[in-house]
């Protein structure tokens, strides 16, 4: 079984601190994604990994950064936390290539910016 | 432009019951896949379905079933004897050839009441 792992469930910080969000995956996918999920609006696109050191913006990439150094590991980076930060982030992976394949979503990590 | 529309922002049903939950979506491209992800309480979003737009066959597994429609853009979840464990937020997704993302609807909450 393909397994993400986000490495915490819940946060809690403070405006203008720097925030880490890790999701590693087990199955050896190269392309590697961050949601930000909001009531009402889905999940939007933040970033996108599509190999090590290789990242491209998605629809919503203000305010964030992303790095990834190893295959297995996406992180993602609120240089300066705002209140507006405050959401659901999901990390998800697949196996590169086609529009067919199946994304895997790690269970989440919601944080509150206070 | 591509689009997913879940219209549908909440549904009740009582347990027992059948419950169809809609999918509308928005492209131009002839070759693109259509996804269905179920969220429980826990967060992670679990694969359900992936359907290309070349297969119209409907399809059942146990007490579900998925409605594909290219004339209507339609691509509808059905779940039988619907049961307590069924509620969650279920999304609708879209990916089109030539493209790593996909367009997500902004879900659909379901809760079956015992």
């Known amino acids: 079984d393909v397994k993400v792992t986000q490495s915490s469930r819940y946060l809690v910080k403070r405006t203008g601190e720097k925030v880490f969000l890790e999701c590693v995956q087990d199955?050896?996918?190269?392309?590697m994604f961050w949601y930000r999920q909001d009531p009402g609006l889905g999940l939007r696109l933040i970033y996108f990994?599509?190999?090590?050191?290789?990242?491209e913006k998605g629809d919503i990439p203000e305010g964030y950064s992303v790095s990834r150094e190893k295959k297995e590991r996406f992180s993602l980076i609120l240089e300066s936390a705002s209140t507006n930060q405050t959401s659901m982030y999901l990390c998800?992976?697949?196996?590169?290539?086609?529009?067919?394949?199946?994304?895997?979503f790690g269970a989440g990590t919601r944080l509150s910016v206070l | 432009a591509q689009k997913v529309t879940q219209a549908q922002t909440e549904i009740s049903v009582v347990e027992k019951e059948d419950v169809t939950l809609d999918c509308v979506y928005e492209?131009?491209?002839?070759?693109?896949?259509l996804f269905w992800y179920k969220q429980p309480p826990s967060g992670e979003l679990v694969f359900l379905i992936r359907?290309?737009?070349?297969?119209?066959q409907n399809e059942i597994s146990g007490r579900y079933s998925w409605n594909f429609q290219k004339s209507t853009s339609s691509f509808n979840f059905t779940i039988t004897a619907s049961q307590v464990v069924d509620s969650a937020v279920y999304f609708c997704?879209?990916?089109?050839?030539?493209?790593?993302?996909?367009?997500f609807g902004t879900g659909t909450r379901l809760k079956v009441l015992a």
């Open positions: 492209t131009r491209d002839t070759t693109y896949y």
């Open positions: 998800a992976s697949r196996v590169a290539g086609v529009a067919k394949n199946i994304q895997y």
């Open positions: 997704a879209l990916s089109t050839s030539g493209t790593y993302k996909y367009i």
């Open positions: 359907r290309n737009s070349f297969d119209e």
């Open positions: 990994s599509y190999d090590v050191k290789m990242k």
């Open positions: 199955m050896d996918h190269e392309n």
